[in-house]
């Protein structure tokens, strides 16, 4: 007598539930990167800054600090700021992922090479 358990059936069953599981996981990983983003804030406190792991800039606070720094100065502060949130925020969206997905593989290397190993 044959059974469906090991039949096609049942490999079909199997591959459904892993392509649910692998929906439920990027659905979840979507959700919580959404949410991730990094903070820096200058050396002497004229500049903070919070970005996404990609640098969009979220956030910018200039403290009483940033008066003395001149245009030039107050603008290098900011992107320095940003670019420190940014590769904050880039690490914290790799710690998710690895939460989420695991720690190795090639979603992971791939996540990790975008952002991380981005140029700043």
Known sequence: ????????EAWLDG????LDDAAARAE?????????????RSRDGAVTATTSPSGALVG?????????????GLAAEIVATAAAARAIAAARAVEVAEGVVG????????LRSALVGAPR
Do not use: F, K
């Open 103 to 110: 720690g190795a593989g090639a979603t992971i290397d791939l």
């Open 1 to 8: 007598m044959t059974t469906h358990e090991s039949g096609p």
């Open 60 to 72: 910018l606070a200039l403290g009483p600090q940033a008066e003395s720094l001149g245009r030039e």
């Open 28 to 40: 979840r990983l979507g959700g919580e990167l959404a949410a991730v983003t990094g903070t820096a």
């Open 15 to 18: 591959y459904r539930l892993r």
